[in-house]
């Protein structure tokens, strides 16, 4: 078992990062979720776009900041936690937003999927990316690229020098997913016309989703509430 969930389903890697200073291991946290039937991609024209925006209802509890336990020279005395990222708006950074069970469309991104390590911490917070796409973990002067599982699953990063350390690859069997910004603001380009589910996934306030439907050259807005945990 690896965070109370089947290790049937775990996947495990190790990546050099940390300046040097330790290994991080890459483990996945949620069982892997088969696909129906292998992704396809085509050609999309006229594609729709989801323009949208998370918000936090509720106040979100006041985190302590991560006391810092080592390396106080490189990371600071201590780190404001991350969970909670909300602007005065309500809108909650942080959140990865997806198309459930979308069975063909525009074709994978080519650049590796980033995670930076900067005082400490791992940049982006949660990103998803494609399966079988490169990472390439970067810290002081060095980085490392892999590749990521071949199967959809949920992965939490974690840095074996620091325990606050974390991060989250929802790695999906399609490339139609995006990260909201300071503002919980997100879009999602080139949806073939059609009716989806969306879905949304935060480290603290959880998952969530919603019918959508996508129509050839529209914009389709969304707004989605995440109650404060
Ligand atoms: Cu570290």
Known sequence: ????????????HSFAVCAGLAIAGMVALLAARPALAAYEVVTVTNGGT???VVSLS????TEAPIKVTKNQDYCGQSIPDPAY?????????????YLKDIPKGKAAPTDPVALVNTKCMFSPRVQGAMVSEQVKISSEGFSVTKPLPSMPMMIKVK???HEWMHAWIMELDHPYFATTGADGHFTIKDVPPGS???????????EKSAPVVVAAGQTVKSKITLAAK
């Open 196 to 206: 989806y589910t969306l879905a949304v996934w935060h480290e603290v306030a959880g």
């Open 159 to 161: 840095c074996d020098a």
């Open 85 to 97: 990222t909300v602007d005065s708006s309500g809108g909650l950074a942080n959140v990865i937003v």
């Open 50 to 52: 989801i323009d949208g």
């Open 1 to 12: 078992m690896i965070n109370g969930i089947a290790a049937g389903a775990a996947r495990s």
């Open 58 to 61: 509720g106040t979100a509890p």
